[in-house]
């Protein structure tokens, strides 16, 4: 049950993951969510019966699962240290964690062949564990687990302050928590390998209703943390789509009436004035640069703008500005004030 719930989690990351994958240039975080989400499925009674069976009945599956794991665990470590460097888009080849990724991959191999496990075993380490071998199997994943989170969630609680957003902050913590338990998970499992070993069954059964809450809990605190960021990026695009949409349409009013006495200004096509904007933007941008114009060669025009279109105006320069980056051509208050009657003292 813990693991089908904890890989339901990890898909539900999965498919949080996939709508930005054309975009995104490092996608380490989906492929650690796809390999730890499948070892967890691969887990499951019914899946890992059946699976095993097609691999012969020698429990293959559940050292394939666990290389799936750790290899997931890389992926993901790597994918955090280079967003806590603000360098997610290098490539850099970690020859060092590949190789000691290579290692504990063999050493797993090593381990695994050496343990008696002649019958497929949905409790693998309860059926198996009391032997030295299914041990030091477990010992080698896990200890591998515990260094990787470890430098993990150092990184997260010391750069999360640097975070700009506060969705990045929040996102830091919620893995550093996360790790913090994994942490809590590798040193159970390894305290229920040892009590297997010494045959303390009694306290290895009260490890275990730990061991279950921690990892419930660790795959929790990382997936939500590791899903904010993309689904906060994307309720932050809407809501900027459906901002520039109201603005486009209350600036076409404002800008009929700017320029109806000097149409000559009005452009036949778009100006490309913001290289990267969709075609909306490039329509705000136009108009909003043709308000301005018209104001400046025709006072006059100024008082057929309410208070209203003023602040609108305002917030039209300001939206550019601040989510595409267009130098503001403002109105001083003074002129503004003279063009709607106002004297200026």
């Known amino acids: 049950m813990i693991q089908a719930i904890a890989a339901a989690v990890i898909w ?19 492929i650690a969510a796809v390999a730890i989400a499948t070892a967890l499925a691969l887990n499951i009674d019914p899946i890992y019966l059946t699976g095993d069976a097609a691999l012969g009945g020698r429990n293959l599956l559940d050292l394939c699962a666990n290389i799936l794991m750790v290899v997931g665990i890389y992926f993901l470590s790597q994918a955090i240290l280079r967003a806590a460097e603000f360098n997610d888009g290098s490539f850099r080849r970690d020859r060092l964690g590949l190789t000691i990724l290579g290692c504990v991959t063999g050493s797993l191999v090593i381990a695994f062949f050496s343990i008696q496990a002649p019958v497929s075993s949905t409790r693998f380490m309860v059926d198996y564990g009391d032997q030295p071998a299914a041990a030091l199997y477990s010992a080698i994943q896990f200890v591998y687990i515990g260094m990787v989170v470890s430098v993990t969630g150092y990184v997260c609680f010391r750069f999360r302050r640097r975070m700009a957003s506060f969705h990045f902050r929040l996102a830091f913590t919620l893995i550093g928590i996360g790790c913090l338990l994994a942490l809590i998970v590798v040193f159970t499992v390894l305290g229920m390998d040892i009590t297997h070993l010494l045959g303390d069954l009694s306290t290895m059964g009260k490890l275990a209703v730990v061991y279950d809450l921690s990892f419930v809990g660790a795959m929790l605190f990382l997936c939500a943390g590791l899903a904010l960021p993309p689904v906060a990026r994307r309720i932050s695009r809407r809501i900027e789509l459906r901002t520039r949409e109201g603005l486009l349409k209350s600036l076409t009013e404002i800008w009929e009436k700017a320029t109806a006495a000097r149409k000559d200004i009005r452009l036949a096509a778009p100006a490309e004035g913001i290289e990267s904007g969709d075609v909306s933007t490039r329509k705000l941008h136009r108009m909003l640069v043709e308000i301005q114009d018209a104001l400046l060669m025709d006072p006059s025009a100024a008082k057929l703008l309410s208070e209203a279109d003023r602040q609108i105006v305002t917030r039209t320069e300001s939206f550019l500005a601040t989510h595409h980056g267009v130098q503001e051509r403002r109105v001083s208050p003074a002129i503004w004030g003279r063009r709607h009657g106002v004297n200026d003292r």
């Open 12 to 30: 539900v990351l999965v498919l949080c993951l996939l709508p930005g994958v054309r975009t995104r240039k490092d996608h380490s975080i989906l």
